[in-house]
């Protein structure tokens, strides 16, 4: 269960953030703000009546907590979109977490690192599509979309609990953006998430512009140099 020096610690660490934003960012809705708090609480207290998940909350919750406050307001993200990725990036920076981090393996935090990586991927550029939505968008079937993955015409990544997901980036008004299924095809060697971080990453090829920033402006060729330049390094 949650000690009585625990809940006032954080207690004062919320009050605290709170007073800090408050000047420095738009606040949030009132009624979005209290249904979202209210949800968290819901769940907290769901989890007060198991023990060891109580004193395993009550642990990281405080420790998190403190790499909050510690962390720049003005290095934080107007909108973060991940919540793995921010976790990643407090543990990594902040004092709070130094004795915590020297417990974990070091395999761990390289999966962590790896899964707010993809979590990056996901929701970059308008976040990804549900292959219904896909479905709804290209007007085709189900059967035709994962004929067109598997001739690397399209990039679905694959998620653990959400199935296949769809970068919405590469799709256009009319379809998929144009180039793309030239570039996937110079990229053949290389899986779905490595497409996805050659597309959306800076590129040296390209004077340090993205290959999709590329795409929009019709510059296919270009991209398909530092497309098959990429496949030529992997090879090596």
């Known amino acids: 269960m949650f000690t009585k020096k625990h809940k006032t610690g954080r207690a004062k660490r919320r009050s605290a953030l709170a007073a800090d934003r408050a000047g420095q960012e738009t606040p949030q809705d009132p009624e979005q703000q ?18 060891k998940k109580a004193a395993l909350v009550d642990l ?51 999966r962590l690192r790896g899964i707010a990586a993809r979590e990056r991927l996901l ?14 968008l290209l007007g085709i079937s189900r059967q035709a979309i994962h004929k067109r993955c598997s001739k690397s015409k399209l990039i679905a990544l694959t998620t ?31 899986d779905p998430w490595m497409q996805a971080a050659f597309i959306l990453n800076p590129n040296i090829w390209l004077d340090g512009a993205s290959p999709l920033e590329m795409l929009r402006q019709g510059k296919i060729e270009d991209v398909l140099v530092a497309a098959r330049a990429s496949g030529e390094q992997g090879a090596a």
């Open 160 to 190: 653990s609990k959400r199935g296949y997901l769809f970068p919405r980036w590469q799709f256009a008004e009319n379809g998929i953006l144009s180039g793309l299924e030239s570039v996937l095809a110079a990229l053949d060697e290389s």
């Open 123 to 136: 929701n970059a550029e308008g976040g990804s599509l549900s292959i219904s939505q896909v479905e709804q």
């Open 60 to 110: 990281v919750l405080d420790t998190v907590l403190q790499a909050i406050e510690q962390y720049p307001v003005e290095r934080l993200p107007e909108n973060p979109t991940s919540g793995t990725q921010m976790l990643v990036k407090l543990m990594q920076e902040t004092e709070a977490s130094r004795a915590l981090l020297g417990t974990v393996d070091p395999l761990e935090m390289a």
């Open 34 to 51: 209290e249904t979202s708090l209210q949800k968290h609480v819901s769940q907290l207290r769901s989890l007060s009546s198991q023990p």
